[in-house]
């Protein structure tokens, strides 16, 4: 498979359009997509939208819970879903914190994408909105010659990028917006976050990514100490996700 090969979803003659759903990315690991995607979650819920939240593909340590992920359990709970709709929230996980390929390789165990779609169909078919959450940056390669960016595409979803207000974010938030350009996924939107209203720089960064970028940063939200699942709500106020349904 080269990069960029398209796995196809439809099929049986299904196709998604870009209007139920997006897809939280990052410039990097540990930006805070979980926490943003919950947050996103809650405040299309709180104003009557029928929205869930979905991690298709997980790494890192196998816990004795109904949910491996604890970031797929945060994204659960704001998510309201029947207790058989569980499995379709994470449908793959894999033992080990590292990249998904890189994972499969070490355990033995084949990411299976398929999976992926067809858990995605279901949570489609039922809801009205769907946030679904990537893992790490959009080129973390899921197979050999498939990354993200790829699964992005072929969920055919906008991408909405998070990116950590701190030294370093324009060069990366621009990397990951010119990815995304290349591959033919649309940018709807950036999040800022954790931003230290301190510091000159921080509070600069958005404005000068919006400009550069010309894609609109539709949050900027405020640093929080020891920010957690408690902050969720908090989180939503500082994010135009009205933007999104435009």
Same mark, same amino acid.
Not at 218 to 237: C, F, L, N, T, W
């Given at each position: ?18 209007? !139920? ?28 939208? &029928?929205?869930?939240?979905? $991690?298709?593909? =997980?790494? !890192? ?6 949910? /491996?992920?604890?970031? =797929?359990?945060?994204?659960? $709970? ?11 929230? #994470?449908?793959?996980?894999?033992? @080990?914190?590292? =990249?998904?390929?890189? =994972?499969?390789?070490?355990? /033995?165990? &084949? ?30 390669? *899921? /197979?050999? &010659? ?7 595409? &072929? ?14 974010? *324009?060069?990366?938030? @621009? ?5 995304? /350009? ?11 976050? %954790? ?8 509070? #600069? ?6 400009? @550069? ?7 900027? *939200? ?5 920010? !957690? ?7 939503? $106020? ?5 933007? %999104?349904?435009?």
């Amino acid at each position: 498979m080269d990069i960029g090969t398209s796995i196809s979803i439809d099929d049986d003659g299904w196709s998604n359009g870009s209007g !139920g759903g997006v897809f939280v990315t990052g410039t990097d690991t540990g930006v805070g997509k979980t926490l943003v995607t919950a947050a996103i979650v809650h405040a299309l819920r709180s104003d009557g939208i &029928d929205a869930v939240g979905m $991690k298709p593909i =997980a790494t !890192g340590i196998d816990r004795d819970a109904v949910f /491996k992920s604890t970031d =797929a359990e945060i994204i659960a $709970k704001y998510s309201c879903l029947s207790t058989e709709e569980h499995e379709l929230v #994470n449908p793959v996980f894999l033992a @080990l914190e590292a =990249a998904p390929y890189m =994972a499969s390789i070490v355990l /033995k165990q &084949d990411v299976d994408i398929e999976r992926v779609f067809k858990a995605y169909k279901r949570l489609k078919e039922r809801h009205e909105f769907i946030v679904v959450e990537g893992i790490g940056g959009v080129m973390v390669p *899921i /197979k050999k &010659d498939y990354y993200v960016l790829d699964l992005i595409r &072929d969920l055919e979803l906008p991408a909405l990028i998070v990116a950590r207000a701190r030294l370093g974010t *324009i060069n990366h938030t @621009l990397l990951t917006v010119e990815a995304c /350009k290349r591959r033919g996924v649309e940018v709807i939107g950036i999040i800022m976050n %954790m931003i230290d209203h301190s510091s000159i720089v921080e509070v #600069n960064a958005g404005s000068i990514i919006q400009e @550069l970028s010309r894609v609109p940063v539709i949050g900027s *939200i405020p640093y929080i100490k020891e920010m !957690g699942v408690d902050d969720i709500p908090y989180i939503a $106020k500082y994010i135009r996700y009205d933007l %999104m349904l435009t």
